[in-house]
């Protein structure tokens, strides 16, 4: 591991061990960024600065170290954090590990500990980048996933399933973030129109009316008759196509009008229900529905995306 290619973000507001930390990585041929606080470790975050590491402390003026790290998961999932906390502070250091972070190291500490554990991490990092590689290798893949409604979070299982596309080279860094947007509006029509039955009629832009979809969708959440159902998704992929089917045990709807005899979305109003054909109609070249409207498949082939050679 050639330490020159990595960076670490320092992020404590005690300058003295601020400097401690930066002066010692450097010496070992890292590059190294400080902040004092959450708030100036962010603007590293959002404005993609290359950053392989995150030391942060927990306790920081302002937004936590807890807060950091909800902002690198949702921002920059490829960072690694490690906590850097007090004995006092130890319960939260253990529940950052269940919300992302890498590991966690309680002060006082040595120096060489801190080098250990940000190696140990880093290895780790590198060795889940060339799995991730193999995928470029990839002839063909079938991945079945279920979940319960209230297990779904419909914008991270779409980030994953087209960072799949996007390692195996299928498509562009646009088309990844493209894709996202699809399969996350598909994922969500069957969580929330399909398997929630929540009416699209409702969600509308106003106050009141997202009030309205939001408590009706908790009230849901909260019945086993409704959150208890199931969505199943399955993804096929080879290097000239690939399909995602959606199916939720919902009551479906009538599709019909929406899809024309070429299996596209036609050029109609497609509010009523919500944002998701929008996207699909100018993403997905093909969209299948069962006779009941519960289960929906989106087909995309390769001569129609733009070649890349895979993320990193």
Known sequence: MDNKQKTILVVDDEELLANLLSDYFKSLGYNVLTAQDAEEAAQFLNNGTRIDVVLSDINLPGMSGLDLL???????????????????????????????????????????????????????????QRKLQVLMHCKYLELALEFRTRELDAGLVAKYLAELLWRAGFCSEQDFNQLCLAFTETLLNAQEHGNLELPSSIKGDDFEQMMQFEMLREERMADPHFAERKISIVLNFNPQTFSLNVTDEGPGFDWRKYIDNQHKVSEINTDSHGRGFMFIRHIIDEVYFNEKGNSITLVKHASLAVPSNGKG
Do not use: C, W
């Not at 972070?101 to 500990?113: C, G, R, S, V, Y």
């Open 70 to 128: 909800r902002i690198a998961r949702e921002t920059r999932n490829d960072i690694s954090v490690i906590m850097l906390t007090g004995y006092k502070t130890l319960d939260n250091a253990i529940a950052s590990i269940r919300h992302g972070a890498k590991d966690f190291i309680t002060k006082p500490f040595e120096l060489n500990m801190v080098r250990k554990t940000v190696e140990k991490v880093l290895r780790n990092q590198d060795n889940a």
